[in-house]
Structure formats: C-alpha cells, structure tokens
Nanobody
Framework: QLQASGGGLVQAGGSLRLSCAAS????????VAWFRQAPGKEREFVAA????????LVADSVKGRFTISRDNAKNTVSLQMNSLKPDDTAVYYC?????????????????WGQGTLVTVSS
C-alpha cells in the first residue's frame, strides 16, 4: 500500500516536497516512480528511483528542478520540487513495481498511491 502526501498550493518559483510512504517488509525490492496527471491531460512520467536509491531517471520537463530519493529504512520515497511552474499543476501519484528498474512506463508498476494535488499559481 502506498500513501502519497505533501501536495498543496504554492506560488510559481516555490518549492514543495512530496512523500510516498509504503507498507510492507520488502520495499527495497520495488522500483518506485512518480507520475502526474493534469486536468484534461494524460498521465505523465515524472521521475523514478532504483531499488537501492543510487540511480534516478527524471523526465526532461522537470530535469534540474525535481529530485527523487528514497529511504529504504523508512519505506519512503520523496520528490523534491523546486522552481515550480504553473504547468506543474497536477495530481501526483507514486507507484511501485516489483523488480522494476527505473522505468517511465506506467504499465510496469503494480501499486499506486491515491495521489496528492499540487497547484502552482502564477
């Protein structure tokens, strides 16, 4: 089970940190990613982190602004979002897939959190 949190309303240029908390004893066996879906748009890959946390994959649209990390001891994955833009407004979802290696393909992930809304005002 995944629980996403940390969304909210922020002005353009501001920062937010999203967290994804996972239950279970084998969290380190799962690749984890963040996706987002803006109103009227398709779901979009944002970032993924390897099972160990030493490698990441970040979408071009957020590269240099967003950082994904994980703490396997705490069963959490974080998404630090800086220099936010109105185009970043979306519901953000964390997703986990057993043995997934930093994939941007949503179909590879078996478990999804409920989503947390990020709204960036101009």
């Amino acid at each position: 089970q995944l629980q996403a949190s940390g969304g909210g309303l922020v002005q353009a240029g501001g920062s937010l940190r999203l967290s994804c908390a996972a239950s279970g004893r084998t969290f380190s066996s799962y690749g984890v990613a963040w996706f987002r879906q803006a109103p009227g748009k398709e779901r979009e890959f944002v970032a993924a982190v390897s099972r160990s946390g030493d490698s990441t994959l970040v979408a071009d649209s957020v590269k240099g602004r967003f950082t994904i990390s994980r703490d396997n001891a705490k069963n959490t994955v974080s998404l630090q979002m800086n220099s936010l833009k109105p185009d970043d407004t979306a519901v953000y979802y964390c997703a986990a897939g057993l043995s997934v290696v930093m994939s941007s393909g949503a179909w590879r992930y078996d478990y999804w959190g409920q989503g947390t809304l990020v709204t960036v005002s101009s």
